[in-house]
């Protein structure tokens, strides 16, 4: 069965709240009891519930399954040919549309929000338009970016974008962020509200998300123009940067009454609650190698008890009913836990910041130090964002599970002070990729393609690619047939410009 619905109603939601944007999806008559002009306070928050869609859907399953955490069900097929690296052009239409439709929301919110000098509007919209397409040009490489978002006929009615470079992407969301930042004031008279489903409006926290975000950037770039990015993450900390802190994590939340579910949780609802994804038996055995109390919260043991994963590929197997584990409802993975429709969509964490900043102190590109003091501390910073949960199933603080953890002896958390960058930058992914198990799959996976760690990935046993991994998404299908500009097919094992490792 294949998920044909979520657009739908994703447009639903979006008619509801009077936002025509979903015109080329849907074909509907006019409600006369519904507002048909957008505001400022509709398109905000259309805009980031489809971003949620797209980065909790279709980029979590396939970043969580090319990134190793989960993989395919032997009981079930949804997801086979991603599991076997085989995906078809269709299988990235949603993320494409859906990313394409939210960075157009954000590009529209900008310039009804520039008529009526709403500053912070514009800075807000600005920021999530180089969150979305950093999304889009780090899953496909080139992308429409310069004529894209410019369908309108006021806007010169461009159908066929041509494809930028990731480099001419990556300038322009850079741009983006410098000019959010001239335009940040917290104590700004005119400032969103509830109408704000990150931060409510927090300038404050949205300065931090910038500051993190351009970080991000500007080490995603560490390899393939080092001086450049070097350069500008100087001149970052030069400006005495506050970064996204615990309490400060950008997500969008869900599970405030019943039609407000996690986006893959609703999916897999509307797939008959058949439990698709499976723990990978790469990430499963790594974490009880290393005493790792986290596989606690991440994924639920299987029938009998254990923790037990299923190698990537390995789907072609007599399988008995309970015999693996499966992601927990804290990631939204138990397809039959209505408790999975609470687990929020992570855009930017905590822990995921403080991993960047040890990153920045290992390479010595800003006068900071305490790499191996970041590294702990992005730790604990998982660790605290999952406190509740820890709480609930072992019956003990975060607190206390961290310095278990850091005390137990386990190989990953004894950094290595004295050691190589080669060797510090192995212990700091890896341990970023513990901490996104299941709740940041996209980004796990596009750091293990940037840096090659953790560097114990294992082929798919029914790899259609040979002894090679998936290195992109592929062009969906809609793009190909409907814009005159596209360039042609790129497999899915070219790697993306900064995938140089």
Known sequence: MNKKI?????????????????????????????????TVQTLLPAAQLILGSAVGVDLEINGSIWGQYWTQSPA???????????????????????LYSSAENFYQLYNLADTQ??????????????YTFQLITDGWGD????????????????????????????????????????LINPADAVLPGVDDLIYGGNMTKWQKFSNTLML??????????????????????????????????????????SNNRNPFFAEEVGLFNVQNVIASSTCVDSMLSNNDPRINIFYEPSGSGAYVGNPQGNHNIAYTSGEFSIPSQYVAGDAQNG???????????????????????????ANIGGDSLLFAQAIKANFDYYTTQITSVLAITGDSAYTAYM???????????????ASKLNFIITQKWFAMCGNQGFEAWTEWRRTGYPNFFTISKT??????????FTYPTIEQNSNASFPGLAPVTEKVWWDVQ
């Open 407 to 421: 005390t137990g002896g386990g190989y990953w958390t004894s950094y290595p002070t004295r050691g190589s960058l």
């Open 339 to 365: 408790a999975s429709a609470n687990a929020p969509v992570n855009l930017l964490t905590s822990y995921e910041s403080l991993f960047l900043q040890a990153e920045v102190a290992a390479r010595g590109w």
């Open 463 to 472: 790899s259609l690619i040979g002894s090679n991994f998936p290195e992109r």
């Open 117 to 130: 000098k709403k500053k912070q509007y514009k800075a807000i919209s600005l920021l999530m338009k180089a």
């Open 216 to 257: 991000k950037i500007l080490l995603r770039m560490a390899y393939i123009n080092p001086t450049a990015a070097q350069a500008g993450i100087t001149a970052l900390y030069a400006t005495a940067p506050a970064f996204i802190g615990l309490g400060d994590d950008a997500f969008v939340g869900y599970g405030y009454n």
């Open 76 to 98: 079930a097929s949804q997801y086979i040919t991603v599991d076997d690296y085989s995906p078809t052009p269709d299988q990235f239409s949603w993320p494409w549309q859906d």
């Open 143 to 182: 992308v429409p970016y310069k004529q894209a978002l410019k369908g309108q006929y006021a806007d010169g009615h461009v159908v066929n974008p041509k494809f930028d470079s990731q480099m001419v992407v990556y300038n322009g969301i850079i741009a983006d962020i410098d000019s959010a930042n001239a």
């Open 6 to 38: 979520r657009p739908g109603i994703v447009c639903l939601m979006l008619l509801t709240l009077g936002i025509s944007s979903c015109k080329k999806y849907l074909n509907v008559n006019t409600n006369p009891n519904v507002s048909q002009t957008a």
